[in-house]
């Protein structure tokens, strides 16, 4: 028993208690077991991890494609017979689903990628500890040493690995994409790059605003989905106010069944009505919902057309005015001015 002891270790393997049950030779047990069981072992620990590593991709991958996957009835409706050019607006529709779909994949795929690296990464870093492990290797001072190193990395790198862990909900939770208006607090703009690590937005100014993931506490997305801008229209205290909507009205139906490439309004417009007495005029509101990032553009486009009706209806738009009451010595008033 000693002798086996000495060959096999206190646990004999199977092999080796075989082959010195057999020959009555601790050596040719012992070289069994280099020879026959350790290889044996060691290559049944790397099919072990290529198929782990192999269906474990697949999965990822799986799970990455079910990310990219986008509900084709959010957006697309039947067209309003009464609405000019409905084809266009059904092809429009149809582009905007396209453009979701391709963002969608696009954030599928890199985060698959990062998912798929990780999980071999993982896998082969414990199919080599089991290697070693089976070459009687000892492990401990090399974990040991790795623990330190490890525990040292961490320590200087807690900002690193925050941006990865918040660019990775970033991309599953799809906060904002490339081509979205964004405002991340002290940065917004124009996102044109979504990493792990960082995220690159450029202002209306053409500055370039490079923001750490982990440093985004909140950000608001103007581009997801569909825009919306509220629009406020002043006029005159005496002015009819149902003439003055219905012109609002007549200005924002026209630009909304036009179907404007660069300005598209995506359903009909609402003058909510008055909204503020203010010093000078009447405040009248509406509100207006268009494609992703174009409200500036339908705004800018509804102002001028404004204008326009206005002067030809005879709506005045007013400025601040001030009136100046003169007294004479005697109290009594001489007259009045209009600044």
């Not at 017979?81 to 582009?95: C, I, K, M, V, Y």
């Not at 007549?250 to 503020?276: K, Y």
């Amino acid at each position: 028993m000693d002798e086996l002891t000495e060959a096999c270790g206190s646990s004999p393997r199977l092999l080796c208690e075989t082959v010195f049950d057999w020959t009555g030779s601790g050596t040719a047990a012992k070289w069994a077991g280099w020879l026959v069981e350790g290889p044996l072992r060691i290559l049944l620990i790397l099919v072990a991890a290529w198929l782990i590593n192999r269906y474990g991709r697949k999965a990822v991958s799986k799970f990455s494609d079910r990310l990219a996957e986008v509900e084709n009835t959010e957006d697309i409706e039947e067209g309003d017979p009464n609405d000019e050019g409905p084809f266009r607006r059904s092809f429009q529709r149809l582009n905007r689903l396209r453009e979701r779909k391709a963002r969608a994949a696009q954030r599928a795929e890199t985060l698959g990628a990062v998912l798929r690296s990780l999980l071999s990464g993982v896998v082969w870093t414990i199919a080599g500890t089991l290697i070693l492990s089976e070459l009687g290797i000892n492990l401990a001072p090399l974990i040991a040493s790795a623990g330190v190193v490890g525990l040292a990395i961490g320590f200087g790198a807690q900002s690193v690995v925050r941006d990865f862990l918040a660019g990775m909900f970033v991309l599953i939770e799809d906060h904002y994409g490339v081509g979205d208006y964004i405002d991340a607090g002290e940065a917004s703009g124009t996102v044109e790059l979504v990493s792990l690590r960082a995220t690159r937005m450029r202002d209306a100014s053409g500055v370039l605003w490079i923001v750490p993931n982990g440093e985004i506490k909140r950000v608001g997305n103007y581009s997801q989905l569909y825009s919306q801008t509220r629009m406020q229209f002043e006029v005159a205290y005496d002015t009819d106010i149902d003439m003055a909507s219905d012109v609002i009205k007549g200005v924002l139906d026209e630009v909304w069944r036009e179907n404007r490439q660069d300005a598209t309004v995506i359903e009909e417009p609402v003058v909510l009505g008055i909204d503020a007495f203010g010093d000078n005029a009447v405040v009248i509101a509406a509100v207006v919902k268009t494609d992703p990032s174009e409200q500036w553009a339908v705004a800018r486009e509804i102002r001028s057309r404004i204008k326009k009706e206005f002067d030809k209806h005879g709506i005045e738009i007013p400025f601040p005015q001030r009136t100046v009451w003169v007294r004479s010595e005697d109290g009594s008033t001489a007259a009045a001015f209009e600044a």
